[in-house]
Each structure stands twice: as C-alpha cells, then as structure tokens.
C-alpha cells in the first residue's frame, strides 16, 4: 500500500510528465486501434463517403475528447478563466498558455490516426471511388451512368463479384492509395516542419515573458493541488473528533484501544483543523477560496500574521507585567509604612 501511494503521489508531483504518457499510450492506443479494426467499405454509392470519413474523422474526435478528460490542466485552466476576480487578478496570458499545452497533448493521438489512415489508404479509397472520373480508366466502355456509379461503389470491394475481374478497380485503388499516402507524408512533413521552426524560433522572442506565464501557470496547478491535499487532512482530522466525540460514549476500553491517541497528537491535530470546528465555517472558508483568492503577495500574508499575533500578545503581556510589578508596588508600599 504504502508503495501505490508513494507512486501516487510521484504522478501528482510530476503532472507534466504523466501527462506525457498518457498523451503517449493514447497515440499507442490509436495506432493499435487502427490495425486491430476490420475496416469493411459498404460499397454503395450513398455511403461510402460516409463511411470512409466518418472512420477518419470520427474517431480522431473522441480521442481528442480522451486527452481533454484525461488532462488534469484542462479543470484547472477552466477554474481559473470561470473564477471571480476577488483579490487576485485573472492573467489571460496564462490562461492562454495552459491551453495551448492542453491542445497541443490532446491532439497527437488524433493526428497520429488521422496520418495512419492516410497512409493505409483504405478510407480515402471508400470515400472517394465514386468521384473518379471513369474516362481516365479502361473498362468503362458501353456503360450508362447509373451502371458507372455503380461500379465505382465496388472498387474497395475486391471480392466483389461485378469487380473482381476488372482491370479498372486495381488501377483506381492504386491511384486513390497514391493521393492518400501522399497527403499523409505531406501532412507529417508540415507537422515536423512547424514544431522545428516553433523549438528554433522559441528563443527569438520574448523568454522573460514565456518564463513568468510557465512559472504561474505550474503556480496554478500545485497551488490547487495543495489546497486539495490540506482540505483533505483537514477532513480526516475533523472526521477523526467527530468519530472520538461520538464513541466517547461507550466502554473506556474500546476507546483506549482504537481511538485514543496521544497528547502530542491531539494538539497536532488541534493545529490541523486551524480552528475550524464547525461545517457552516468550513463552508465559508470554501466560498472565500472561490470567490477570493488570496494576492499573490506572501509579504502581506506574514505582516497579518504578525500583526494578528500582536493583537493576541499584548493583553497577555500586560496582565504579566502587571502581575509581576505587584509585589513590587507591595514591599514599596510596606517600606513607606515603615
């Protein structure tokens, strides 16, 4: 147990490289999807193009809802760009970089398919026989229109009794699997063109400024992550006294046994709860968090603090002071007599 939650909270500490993976096994996943899938064309002339695009397309689409789900920064950007103002001001720049991080993990497994099937050809075969024109092709002599639409239909079915001997369906899958593959390259090359001049141009602009929007965005993520992670220590205290206040009931050995706990302990857990000992002030810190952020200004955090501990100090130095200038105002007050 203690082994799941140490790597547990390595994934929590690492998001940027989990996230990685898991952009990674769904491009794996995609690529494994596709060749495992038994792609039958229905060879009609209404519904090839459907079917050759819709596999192409369709897919493509819910694996890019996959990598939005599966990324923890797409919650926290959303939370972010929907909060209210409060003490803290909203900054677009960072909110425009978490999205285009977000965009850019979620759209490499549906890329990846989408140059899969273009390089297969299958798809591009069954969507677009039918838009080929049969003049450039033999075999289409002394055919009516209706009888050629119908043909074409049949291309990607080799099986197909009315096309299994023709010439021309080998000549028109080889020339629609040629387009395909070299769409599919094209796309490829212009992708890896775009992400050397996105490295090679990166430092020609402004690093400062991408430095403070990566350095607040990561602010963003651990900064919910430790507000979850105290919540729930918080709750588990709070949950650990209404437990003991409960059973404080029962017989003195079953409380000893299970449910007592040290000293030392319950004042930890006494500084745990922060004061907070009710769930109407536990909503209420809830609600400040949302709709009111703290600055980002930890300067005017420790002056609260320091300022609320002098509050709290002073009367109890006067009463100190005061109880130990007593018996000195009593031995002056006895020498007078004398």
């Known amino acids: 147990m203690d082994r799941f939650r140490m790597i547990f909270q390595y994934f929590q500490s690492n998001s940027e490289?989990?996230?990685?993976?898991?952009?990674?096994?769904?491009?794996l996943a995609s690529v494994k999807m596709y060749t495992s899938f038994d792609f039958n064309c229905p060879c009609l002339?209404?519904?090839?193009?459907?079917?050759?695009?819709?596999?192409?397309?369709?897919?493509?689409?819910?694996?890019?809802?996959?990598?939005?789900?599966l990324n923890r920064q797409s919650l926290v950007m959303l939370e972010e760009w929907k909060r209210p103002t409060g003490g803290r001001k909203k900054d677009l720049a960072i909110i425009r970089y978490m999205c285009s991080s977000i965009m850019q993990r979620a759209m490499i497994a549906p890329v990846i398919w989408i140059?899969?099937?273009?390089?297969?050809?299958?798809?591009?075969?069954?969507?677009?026989?039918?838009?080929?024109?049969?003049?450039?092709?033999?075999?289409?002599?002394?055919?009516?229109?209706?009888?050629t639409q119908l043909l074409l239909a049949k291309v990607p079915c080799k099986d197909d009794e009315l096309m299994k001997n023709n010439p021309a369906r080998k000549a028109i899958s080889r020339y629609l699997k040629c387009w395909s593959q070299a769409l599919g390259w094209s796309v490829l090359l212009i992708l890896i063109v775009v992400a050397f001049l996105a490295r090679s141009l990166r430092p020609c602009f402004n690093q400062a400024a991408f430095l403070q929007t990566r350095y607040w965005s990561n602010y963003i993520d651990i900064e919910q992550k430790i507000f979850d992670e105290t919540c729930c220590e918080h709750a588990r205290d709070f949950a650990h006294k209404c437990i003991l206040h409960f059973f404080e009931s029962m017989q003195q050995e079953i409380k000893l046994r299970r449910f007592n706990a040290p000293r030392e302990e319950a004042d930890g857990e006494e500084d745990h709860l922060r004061g907070i000992t009710d769930q109407e002030q536990m909503n209420e810190l809830l609600k400040s968090w949302y709709y009111s952020k703290p600055p980002l200004d930890v300067s005017q955090a420790t002056q609260q603090q320091s300022v609320g501990r002098e509050r709290f100090s002073m009367p109890w130095a006067d009463s100190l002071s005061n109880r130990g200038n007593a018996p000195q105002k009593a031995k002056t007050s006895r020498q007078t007599d004398v």
């Open 115 to 147: 140059i899969v099937t273009l390089l297969d050809g299958k798809c591009l075969v069954c969507a677009f026989s039918g838009s080929i024109d049969p003049e450039k092709f033999v075999g289409f002599a002394n055919v009516t229109p209706t009888q």
């Open 17 to 27: 490289s989990v996230m990685n993976g898991i952009c990674g096994l769904l491009a």
């Open 45 to 69: 002339p209404k519904y090839n193009m459907a079917y050759g695009l819709g596999i192409m397309f369709l897919p493509p689409m819910a694996l890019f809802l996959c990598g939005l789900i």
